[in-house]
């Protein structure tokens, strides 16, 4: 049991308090961000003349041996260690004696794990901004390749109006442009070093926390000790961030998921993103819509867990701590797999045009434009609304659509309608005198996915302008 403390008990610890306070299993993922840490730290600590040049430097080349044995397979992170940490101190004593020891000199493992957890969210951000980029790069392409698509739009999951599948993909694409702008701005908002907080007091040394905070990318540093090694709120507000992108997944997986089946025949999904049934030979389930729906509850799960651990820690720093980090780490691997994943699934889909038009023209979504062709009529849009009513009544009884309608029978519900009625109701015009901004005309969409597109030509290799 490879611990950094010791000195003042006189029992060793039981190993199963040992095993059950021990964080190396899980904490491992941290190992790069904590060796980026500690050269920081050592660093600063030889400019504050606390380290001598050739300490640093041997600090330096032993900190970066590690980094390459354990990244090569030559050095494992064992369980023997309580954490991470310990594993990366130890290991580093072993390899280069006295020098080794003066690493964590002005430094506890409060404000290094707190560091460490930082630079890791902020790496893991900066994935999942990169992973959303290519969804919405794959969602802009669909909606140029779809805007005459017609199809019905839904409330309620009962057709309402006639839309297209550009209109309908676009909702989504606000949707994760949303995600990106909240997870931009928790970056922004993270984006201080705690490193030089200490336990909780700060210490006694001569510290530069600006150097350190300015060698690790940080914009500067917390501005309270206290606060340095006990703040998760960055943690929350991603895991509701990750969570608010998981529940945008399967809301769209859902629909996949409709529309997939025999019901719908909207979608058809790729060999390579469809699986079959063990007994009936004739399935090709939309497995991954599925698992990307399920996975959403482990996600915010790991919110919850995060949420309940914090809420009556007093300060600072408290063991409960560790938690932040089983479920947040299996979380933030959920969303990748999730997000990549989904993109594969419905970049390679193939949409039913035909079948699309299809179903928007049963259901009577073109009724609001009959209202709406009555009111331009001089019918006041009330008594309008009243007489689609009956009409669809009447068309439901006949097991008819509202075109197929002669004009004797629309004559009968109001004189004022003529000839021009048919062209008014038709699909293809309901949508194209949907004119308004954010509405589905080819005018309207063509505007969306020029800015869709300017948009993500601003961004550079898939990465907001944090």
């Not at 000790?225 to 709120?233: A, E, F, I, L």
């Not at 867990?305 to 932040?324: F, G, H, I, R």
């Amino acid at each position: 049991m490879a611990q950094l403390w010791g000195g003042r008990f006189e029992k060793s610890t039981d190993e199963e308090v040992f095993a059950f306070n021990a964080s190396i299993n899980f904490d491992k993922k941290l190992f790069k961000v904590d060796v980026q840490g500690s050269m920081a730290h050592a660093a600063m600590l030889c400019k504050c003349g606390i380290l001598t040049e050739d300490e640093y430097r041997s600090i330096r080349e032993g900190l970066e041996g590690i980094l390459r044995d354990v990244e090569s397979g030559e050095l494992l992170i064992t369980s023997e260690y309580e954490d991470i940490h310990s594993f990366v101190e130890a290991v580093l004593t072993d390899r280069i004696g006295d020098p080794g020891k003066k690493l964590h000199t002005g430094r506890s493992r409060n404000d290094q794990v707190a560091l460490d957890m930082r630079l890791f969210t902020r790496a893991d951000i900066d994935e999942k901004d990169g992973l959303l980029y290519d969804l919405l790069k794959c969602l802009n392409s669909l909606m140029q390749q779809h805007m005459d698509t017609i199809m019905p739009g839904f409330t309620h999951m009962q057709k309402a109006q006639p839309t297209t599948l550009a209109h309908h993909l676009g909702a989504y694409f606000e949707m994760f442009r949303r995600d990106r702008e909240r997870l931009a701005d928790i970056r922004k908002r993270m984006n201080y070093s705690p490193l030089g907080s200490g336990a909780l007091c700060g210490t006694t040394y001569p510290l530069d926390r600006d150097m350190t905070a300015s060698e690790l990318g940080f914009e500067g540093i917390t501005r309270n000790s206290m606060d340095g090694v006990s703040d998760r709120d960055y943690l929350v507000e991603y895991l509701t961030a990750l969570s608010l992108i998981m529940m945008h997944l399967s809301r769209f997986c859902e629909e996949i998921i409709i529309w997939n089946s025999d019901e719908y025949r909207f979608i058809e999904l790729d060999d390579a993103f469809s699986t079959g049934s063990s007994i009936m030979p004739q399935k090709k389930n939309p497995d991954i819509a599925e698992l990307v729906r399920g996975k959403t509850g482990r996600v915010y799960g790991a919110l919850m867990s995060m949420l309940v651990t914090m809420k009556s820690l007093p300060l600072a720093y408290n063991k409960d701590m560790q938690e932040d980090k089983e479920l947040p780490f299996d979380a933030m691997e959920t969303v990748a797999s999730c997000i990549r994943l989904f993109t594969g699934m419905i970049e390679t889909a193939s949409f039913s045009s035909e079948r699309m038009r299809s179903s928007a023209g049963g259901g009577f979504t073109n009724a609001t434009d009959l209202a709406d062709y009555l009111v331009n009529k001089g019918v006041p849009f009330r008594d309008a609304h009243g007489i689609v009513g009956r009409v669809v009544l009447h068309c439901v009884d006949r097991q008819k659509s509202i075109e197929e309608l002669s004009i004797e029978e629309f004559k009968g519900f109001c004189e004022l309608i003529d000839d021009d009625v048919y062209e008014n109701i038709a699909l293809e015009n309901c949508v194209r005198r949907r004119i308004t901004k954010g509405a589905p005309s080819k005018d309207a969409m063509s505007d969306v996915i020029a800015e869709n597109t300017a948009y993500l030509d601003v961004s550079n290799e898939g990465r907001s302008p944090f």
